[in-house]
Protein backbone atom coordinates (compact mmCIF):
# COMPACT_ATOMS: atom_id res chain seq x y z
CA UNK A 1 0.00 0.00 0.00
CA UNK A 2 1.79 3.37 -0.57
CA UNK A 3 2.75 5.15 2.64
CA UNK A 4 1.23 8.48 0.84
CA UNK A 5 -0.93 9.28 -1.38
CA UNK A 6 -2.29 12.37 -3.69
CA UNK A 7 -5.39 11.61 -5.28
CA UNK A 8 -5.55 14.70 -7.60
CA UNK A 9 -3.19 14.72 -10.69
CA UNK A 10 -3.84 18.19 -11.33
CA UNK A 11 -5.96 21.10 -9.90
CA UNK A 12 -7.37 24.51 -11.82
CA UNK A 13 -7.89 27.56 -9.71
CA UNK A 14 -8.62 31.24 -10.09
CA UNK A 15 -6.05 33.90 -8.84
CA UNK A 16 -6.87 35.07 -5.66
CA UNK A 17 -8.77 32.22 -4.72
CA UNK A 18 -8.19 29.50 -2.08
CA UNK A 19 -7.10 26.00 -2.95
CA UNK A 20 -6.69 22.76 -1.28
CA UNK A 21 -4.29 20.06 -2.36
CA UNK A 22 -5.03 16.39 -0.29
CA UNK A 23 -3.06 14.29 1.23
CA UNK A 24 -3.57 11.07 2.82
CA UNK A 25 -1.07 8.91 4.53
CA UNK A 26 -1.16 5.32 5.71
CA UNK A 27 1.51 4.25 9.35
CA UNK A 28 1.13 2.77 12.53
CA UNK A 29 3.77 4.46 13.62
CA UNK A 30 2.25 7.24 16.48
CA UNK A 31 4.72 9.82 16.42
CA UNK A 32 5.60 11.31 12.46
CA UNK A 33 6.13 14.28 10.77
CA UNK A 34 4.48 15.47 7.18
CA UNK A 35 5.56 17.69 5.23
CA UNK A 36 4.91 19.91 1.60
CA UNK A 37 7.11 20.55 -1.03
CA UNK A 38 6.85 22.85 -4.12
CA UNK A 39 8.60 22.21 -7.71
CA UNK A 40 8.00 24.99 -9.75
CA UNK A 41 8.54 24.15 -13.81
CA UNK A 42 11.74 25.60 -13.01
CA UNK A 43 12.85 22.37 -11.17
CA UNK A 44 13.97 23.22 -7.75
CA UNK A 45 12.49 21.55 -4.65
CA UNK A 46 11.10 23.94 -2.33
CA UNK A 47 10.43 23.15 1.73
CA UNK A 48 6.99 24.88 2.17
CA UNK A 49 5.05 23.49 5.62
CA UNK A 50 5.84 20.54 8.44
CA UNK A 51 3.07 18.97 10.85
CA UNK A 52 3.84 17.24 13.28
CA UNK A 53 1.87 14.33 14.59
CA UNK A 54 1.65 15.53 17.87
CA UNK A 55 1.35 19.37 17.15
CA UNK A 56 -1.77 20.93 19.00
CA UNK A 57 -2.32 23.30 16.28
CA UNK A 58 -2.41 23.65 12.34
CA UNK A 59 0.89 24.51 10.80
CA UNK A 60 0.72 27.78 9.01
CA UNK A 61 3.17 29.37 6.86
CA UNK A 62 1.99 32.98 5.46
CA UNK A 63 -0.37 32.03 2.72
CA UNK A 64 0.02 28.07 3.22
CA UNK A 65 -1.65 26.34 6.39
CA UNK A 66 -2.28 22.50 7.04
CA UNK A 67 -5.72 21.09 7.72
CA UNK A 68 -4.52 18.17 9.71
CA UNK A 69 -6.99 15.43 10.45
CA UNK A 70 -4.94 12.79 12.43
CA UNK A 71 -7.98 10.45 12.33
CA UNK A 72 -8.63 10.46 8.87
CA UNK A 73 -5.10 10.16 8.40
CA UNK A 74 -5.26 13.40 5.79
CA UNK A 75 -2.93 16.24 5.87
CA UNK A 76 -4.38 18.52 3.41
CA UNK A 77 -2.93 21.87 2.05
CA UNK A 78 -4.59 25.03 1.74
CA UNK A 79 -2.91 27.77 -0.66
CA UNK A 80 -5.43 31.22 0.74
CA UNK A 81 -5.56 34.04 -2.10
CA UNK A 82 -3.45 32.23 -4.97
CA UNK A 83 -1.34 33.79 -6.90
CA UNK A 84 -0.23 32.97 -10.48
CA UNK A 85 3.63 31.95 -9.38
CA UNK A 86 1.56 29.05 -6.96
CA UNK A 87 1.91 27.35 -10.15
CA UNK A 88 3.66 24.41 -9.60
CA UNK A 89 3.96 20.38 -8.88
CA UNK A 90 3.32 20.01 -5.07
CA UNK A 91 4.40 16.87 -3.30
CA UNK A 92 2.98 15.63 0.32
CA UNK A 93 5.81 13.90 2.42
CA UNK A 94 6.28 11.80 5.59
CA UNK A 95 8.84 10.82 7.75
CA UNK A 96 8.23 7.91 10.52
CA UNK A 97 9.47 7.59 13.81
CA UNK A 98 13.01 6.29 13.83
CA UNK A 99 13.74 7.13 9.97
CA UNK A 100 15.71 10.01 8.71
CA UNK A 101 14.16 9.55 5.14
CA UNK A 102 11.06 10.72 3.39
CA UNK A 103 8.15 8.89 1.44
CA UNK A 104 6.92 10.89 -1.06
CA UNK A 105 4.13 11.26 -2.84
CA UNK A 106 3.09 11.36 -6.63
CA UNK A 107 2.49 15.39 -6.44
CA UNK A 108 -0.83 17.29 -7.53
CA UNK A 109 0.16 19.90 -10.58
CA UNK A 110 -1.51 23.20 -9.76
CA UNK A 111 -2.50 25.74 -12.62
CA UNK A 112 -3.20 28.88 -11.75
CA UNK A 113 -5.12 31.04 -14.33
CA UNK A 114 -5.71 34.82 -14.21
CA UNK B 1 19.38 29.23 0.29
CA UNK B 2 21.09 26.27 1.53
CA UNK B 3 24.09 25.58 0.19
CA UNK B 4 23.61 22.44 -1.94
CA UNK B 5 25.54 21.71 -5.30
CA UNK B 6 24.77 19.32 -7.83
CA UNK B 7 27.19 18.51 -10.70
CA UNK B 8 27.04 18.05 -13.73
CA UNK B 9 23.73 19.59 -14.16
CA UNK B 10 22.82 17.89 -17.09
CA UNK B 11 24.55 14.82 -18.71
CA UNK B 12 24.15 12.84 -21.92
CA UNK B 13 25.73 9.51 -22.10
CA UNK B 14 25.62 5.76 -23.52
CA UNK B 15 23.87 2.53 -22.00
CA UNK B 16 27.18 0.16 -19.88
CA UNK B 17 29.36 3.65 -19.21
CA UNK B 18 30.08 4.43 -15.83
CA UNK B 19 28.36 7.51 -14.43
CA UNK B 20 29.05 9.63 -11.32
CA UNK B 21 27.11 12.21 -10.35
CA UNK B 22 28.17 14.87 -7.35
CA UNK B 23 26.70 16.30 -4.12
CA UNK B 24 28.88 19.20 -2.24
CA UNK B 25 27.45 21.04 0.08
CA UNK B 26 28.41 23.35 2.88
CA UNK B 27 26.21 23.47 5.10
CA UNK B 28 28.04 20.66 7.68
CA UNK B 29 24.89 18.47 7.29
CA UNK B 30 25.14 15.06 8.78
CA UNK B 31 22.17 13.76 6.43
CA UNK B 32 22.73 13.66 3.02
CA UNK B 33 19.75 11.95 -0.14
CA UNK B 34 19.82 10.93 -3.46
CA UNK B 35 16.74 10.62 -4.66
CA UNK B 36 15.47 10.17 -8.54
CA UNK B 37 12.37 11.65 -9.93
CA UNK B 38 10.60 10.20 -12.98
CA UNK B 39 7.07 10.80 -14.08
CA UNK B 40 4.36 9.22 -12.26
CA UNK B 41 6.42 8.11 -9.57
CA UNK B 42 7.00 11.81 -7.50
CA UNK B 43 10.22 11.30 -6.29
CA UNK B 44 12.23 8.24 -4.90
CA UNK B 45 15.00 7.35 -2.55
CA UNK B 46 18.48 6.19 -3.61
CA UNK B 47 20.53 5.74 -1.12
CA UNK B 48 21.52 7.97 1.90
CA UNK B 49 24.10 8.46 4.17
CA UNK B 50 23.97 9.35 8.07
CA UNK B 51 27.57 10.02 8.35
CA UNK B 52 30.82 9.57 6.64
CA UNK B 53 31.38 6.30 5.33
CA UNK B 54 27.72 5.74 6.78
CA UNK B 55 25.51 4.86 4.12
CA UNK B 56 21.98 3.13 3.78
CA UNK B 57 19.90 1.97 0.74
CA UNK B 58 16.59 3.52 -0.27
CA UNK B 59 13.53 2.20 -2.19
CA UNK B 60 15.21 2.08 -5.69
CA UNK B 61 19.16 1.64 -5.18
CA UNK B 62 19.48 -1.30 -7.54
CA UNK B 63 21.87 -0.67 -10.00
CA UNK B 64 23.25 2.51 -7.30
CA UNK B 65 26.64 2.71 -5.59
CA UNK B 66 27.40 5.75 -2.98
CA UNK B 67 30.25 7.21 -1.45
CA UNK B 68 30.75 9.74 1.47
CA UNK B 69 34.15 10.06 2.26
CA UNK B 70 34.01 13.24 3.45
CA UNK B 71 31.22 15.52 4.91
CA UNK B 72 30.36 17.79 2.16
CA UNK B 73 30.91 15.56 -0.91
CA UNK B 74 28.05 12.69 -1.73
CA UNK B 75 28.45 10.94 -4.69
CA UNK B 76 26.26 8.56 -6.94
CA UNK B 77 27.34 6.19 -9.11
CA UNK B 78 25.49 3.93 -11.89
CA UNK B 79 28.51 1.39 -12.52
CA UNK B 80 27.22 0.12 -16.04
CA UNK B 81 24.26 2.62 -16.82
CA UNK B 82 21.07 1.50 -18.67
CA UNK B 83 17.43 3.52 -20.24
CA UNK B 84 15.81 2.89 -17.32
CA UNK B 85 17.93 5.18 -15.63
CA UNK B 86 17.21 7.75 -17.05
CA UNK B 87 16.14 10.47 -14.50
CA UNK B 88 16.29 13.52 -12.88
CA UNK B 89 18.33 13.20 -9.62
CA UNK B 90 17.89 15.72 -7.02
CA UNK B 91 20.71 15.45 -4.09
CA UNK B 92 18.84 16.88 -0.15
CA UNK B 93 21.02 17.37 2.69
CA UNK B 94 19.16 17.86 6.29
CA UNK B 95 21.26 18.33 9.55
CA UNK B 96 18.20 16.75 12.01
CA UNK B 97 17.44 12.84 11.70
CA UNK B 98 14.94 10.98 12.98
CA UNK B 99 13.24 12.91 15.11
CA UNK B 100 11.63 17.05 14.90
CA UNK B 101 10.89 18.83 11.98
CA UNK B 102 14.03 19.23 9.90
CA UNK B 103 12.61 19.64 6.70
CA UNK B 104 15.37 18.40 3.80
CA UNK B 105 17.02 20.99 1.53
CA UNK B 106 17.59 19.96 -2.17
CA UNK B 107 19.90 20.76 -4.98
CA UNK B 108 19.05 21.52 -8.15
CA UNK B 109 18.85 18.58 -9.75
CA UNK B 110 21.03 16.33 -12.90
CA UNK B 111 19.73 15.76 -15.66
CA UNK B 112 20.48 12.43 -16.82
CA UNK B 113 19.80 10.41 -20.48
CA UNK B 114 21.09 7.40 -20.98
CA UNK B 115 20.97 6.30 -24.91
Known amino acids: AQKITQTQPGMFVQEKEAVTLDCTYDTSDPSYGLFWYKQPSSGEMIFLIYQGSYDQQNATEGRYSLNFQKARKSANLVISASQLGDSAMYFC???????????FGKGTMLLVSP | DAGITQSPRHKVTETGTPVTLRCHQT?????MYWYRQDPGHGLRLIHYSYGVKDTDKGEVSDGYSVSRSKTEDFLLTLESATSSQTSVYFC??????????????FGDGTRLSIL
Open chain 2, 27 to 31: ENHRY
Open chain 2, 92 to 105: AISDGGREGNQPQH
Open chain 1, 93 to 103: AMRETGYSTLT
